[in-house]
């Protein structure tokens, strides 16, 4: 079975643009969730889908959002992007039975704001 | 609140010596705990994770942790390290409700020395 996969794997943006990352789970699963990556603050939480619903969402700006779409497949979009926004952007799917909650992550967007 | 402690930003051992790397939680519920590893310009590899099935808890790569409720412990060890552990390591512990939310430790950082 396929692993979770992320495009693209590298981003190089301007400050002020826009940029929209995608994360495809592995099939069958039906929860996404988005981490944050960076050297300073560690890993943050960004936000969780589930069945095409937001569920939970970190302590981030509203310029970062997301999707869910009817195939699990997710975006996040981050608007007005700013210096500190370059990070690793981790994308990690869960399949929630059982009650083991156990989530794989994908090898990551590399985002850097020049 | 779910949080996790990871003691030690850095450890270094020889080849073939003990690995041990130490993770606190703080947990109001019975927590979910996981360690990941995370290699050099990739995601997170779930290692193990523990569930209240078992208290020592046997992972990929011969790792394994022990749950120890008296000392909100859940430190993971390897008996033998090789050169191809060196990486960084994650504790992390599932968010109390109806999510799939992790909330990482700072990461230890694993050199492996010949």
């Known amino acids: 079975k396929a692993g979770v996969t992320q495009t693209p794997r590298y981003l190089i943006k301007t400050r002020g643009q826009q940029v929209t990352l995608s994360c495809s789970p592995i099939?069958?699963?039906?929860?996404v969730s988005w981490y944050q990556q960076t050297p300073g603050q560690g890993l943050q939480f960004l936000f969780e889908?589930?069945?095409?619903?937001?569920?939970n969402k970190g302590n981030f700006p509203g310029r970062f959002s997301g999707r869910q779409f009817s195939n699990s497949r997710s975006e996040m979009n981050v608007s007005t992007l700013e210096l500190g926004d370059s990070a690793l952007y981790l994308c990690?799917?869960?399949?929630?039975?059982?009650?083991?909650?156990?989530?794989?992550f994908g090898p990551g967007t590399r985002l850097t704001v020049t | 609140a779910q949080s996790v402690t990871q003691l030690g930003s850095h450890v270094s051992v020889s080849e073939g010596a003990l690995v041990l790397l130490r993770c606190n939680y703080s947990s109001s519920v019975p927590p979910y705990l996981f360690w990941y590893v995370q290699y050099p310009n990739q995601g997170l590899q779930l290692l193990l994770k523990?569930?209240?099935?078992?208290?020592l808890v046997k992972g990929i790569n011969g790792f394994e942790a022990e749950f120890k409720k008296s000392e909100t412990s859940f430190h993971l060890t390897k008996p033998s390290a090789h050169m191809s552990d060196a990486a960084e390591y994650f504790c992390?512990?599932?968010?109390?409700?109806?999510?799939?939310?992790?909330?990482f430790g700072t990461g230890t950082l694993l050199a492996v020395q010949p």
């Open positions: 990690a799917s869960s399949l929630e039975t059982g009650g083991t909650y156990e989530q794989y």
């Open positions: 523990y569930t209240s099935a078992a208290t």
């Open positions: 099939s069958g699963h039906r929860s």
């Open positions: 992390a512990v599932k968010d109390g409700g109806a999510t799939n939310k992790l909330i």
């Open positions: 889908y589930f069945s095409e619903t937001q569920r």
